[in-house]
């Protein structure tokens, strides 16, 4: 029997995927990252997963993206031998594009495009997110089976290769890079390892480990049950337990979990090699799996809204401090210690990498700034563009780490006086906090729905050109954020997980149970 699929129905069967995980995280996922919420011992890693989990409630409501990094589209084929095309004006990739370039374009959830063309020398955005990265098998039957993914960048930089000779110890090389990582990568997340075939194909084999459902608490228990795992299902166990005893935590700031699941595919490999690939997946896990069978364009069931825990974050002023950003002054900043959680109020100017790119040579030719920095905020973010009656779409934070070199310019040339991103900061970055006596402040990446609600008005004061990536002025009402790195020096991001590391090592954690959905 020959099954026939027809050129629209794959685009909008590809549109609708994408619009459906824009907002919805896979309950699998859910289900786990309420389990290490409820385990969680440490206060900042468990106020960071509040905020996960309160916005990809928000965003199943809302229909607005989870994070304003909407990603890089993977699409995994596997088209049966005996399916036929009909209607197509162009290749399947094209078609699969046209699905995305609808996707991303939707009126009712615009999301962010962020793919460039030309990935060295005009990095021009290609303005629909087209094209996406496409990865196509021939297998018998008559159906096409679709996997699609949106793969945020802070994540996606974080991939680690390596050519491992036979004898060498995976576990071993796992453990001593993902401190190397950072939080970059918005733990806690999952870990996907490929193993074996050549260099190009231990990275695949790492990604389509990721696009598996999480199911490390039921491979725990099966452990616990006496039941005989076999190799693959003990190193993925050892290496869950190993990870998490690091003590890195949610987003970087030391706790129990900072992983959910770890994934291992392998693959035959020459006698010589073995070739080993990391991936890790973020908070923003965004990935659905569905079936062509010829009857039409295929449309994602939406999950229940009771899979969701009973966890509403809100700002807390008897835990976190209110600061009033139009009036902020550098001793204020200076009395701030790492690990205070503070809810920002006022105006907030916005800058990521083409914008500091900018302002630098602006600067070192003496050109006018088109905005004053002076004693203002700088919130590295590129937000999505906003629908109906929003201020602005989702407007988590970006890397920090991707500002770093330019850090010591905007504080001694431009008057800035702190900076709010993603993830940890690098020795250079902190070094001239430190001398400026500046403070970097972290937004909970996987929060970029929530973070948006705090954000009343936005608009562009510099760089349009520039779309996402151009510096607007937010005016902000308790935008939540925490102290990382203070005006003397000292990380978070350094000092949390050596706590919790430590800590972990005591084995104090070891009586408590993982908490039940």
Avoid at 331 to 351: F, H, I, R
Wanted: proline share 5%.
């Amino acid at each position: 029997m020959t099954t026939t699929i027809r050129q629209q129905d794959l685009i909008d069967s590809i549109a609708g995927a994408l619009q459906y995980i824009s907002y919805y995280h896979p309950a699998d996922y859910i289900a786990h990252l309420a389990r290490a919420y409820e385990r969680e011992q440490s206060p900042a890693a468990k106020d960071a997963m509040a905020q996960i989990l309160t916005n990809s409630k928000m965003s199943a409501i809302g229909h607005r993206p989870i994070c304003q990094d909407t990603g890089i589209v993977n699409v995994f084929l596997k088209i049966g031998m005996d399916v036929r095309w009909e209607g197509f004006t162009g290749g399947i990739e094209d078609a699969i594009n046209e699905g995305v370039r609808q996707g991303y374009n939707h009126p009712d959830n615009t999301l962010r495009a962020s793919v460039v063309a030309d990935p060295h020398f005009a990095r021009k955005n290609t303005k629909d997110n087209t094209p996406a990265v496409i990865f196509t098998q021939i297998v018998p039957g008559d159906k096409v089976d679709i996997t699609v993914a949106a793969k945020g960048g802070g994540s996606e930089n974080k991939s680690k290769m390596i050519m491992m000779n036979p004898g060498d110890s995976i576990v071993d090389w796992v453990l001593k890079t993902i401190p190397t990582m950072g939080a970059g990568w918005c733990p806690p997340g999952m870990i996907g390892i490929g193993i074996g075939g050549t260099a190009e194909k231990a990275v695949l084999l790492a990604k389509e480990s990721l696009m598996e459902d999480l199911d490390m608490y039921e491979l725990q228990a099966k452990s616990q049950r006496g039941e005989k795992l076999d190799q693959v299902e003990e190193m993925r166990l050892e290496l869950y337990e190993k990870v998490n005893a690091l003590g890195i935590g949610a987003q970087g700031l030391g706790g129990l979990s900072t992983v959910l699941d770890v994934k291992i595919k392998m693959y035959p490999t020459h006698a010589a090699s073995k070739p080993v690939a990391m991936i890790p997946n973020c908070a923003a896990t965004r990935h659905a799996h569905f079936v062509m069978d010829g009857s039409g364009p295929v449309y994602l069931d939406a999950p229940s809204l009771d899979l969701w825990p009973k966890v509403e974050w809100a700002p807390d002023t008897q835990k976190s401090k209110r600061v009033d950003l139009n009036n902020l002054t550098k001793q204020e900043v200076a009395s701030w210690k790492p690990g205070d959680t503070l809810l920002l109020n006022g105006k907030m100017l916005t800058g990521r990498d083409a914008a500091h790119k900018r302002i630098q040579d602006m600067l070192s030719k003496g050109e006018k700034l088109p905005v004053d920095f002076t004693n203002r905020v700088i919130y590295y973010v590129g937000p999505v563009d906003p629908v109906g009656d929003e201020a602005v779409g989702p407007a988590g934070p970006t890397t920090a780490t991707r500002m770093d070199s330019f850090t010591n310019m905007m504080l001694e040339q431009t008057g800035l006086i702190a900076m709010i991103g993603k993830a940890e900061r690098g020795p250079v970055a902190i070094e001239a906090i430190k001398q400026h006596k500046s403070a970097y402040l972290m937004a909970v990446g996987g929060a970029a729905y929530l973070v948006s609600k705090a954000i009343k008005n936005a608009k562009v004061v510099g760089f349009a050109d520039l779309g996402m990536e151009a510096i607007y002025e937010f005016d902000v009402v308790d935008m939540p954020v925490t102290v990382a790195v203070d005006a003397g020096g000292t990380s978070a991001h350094i000092t949390g997980p050596a706590i919790w590391k430590e800590r972990i090592a005591t084995g104090e954690f070891k009586g408590i149970s993982v908490g039940a959905v």
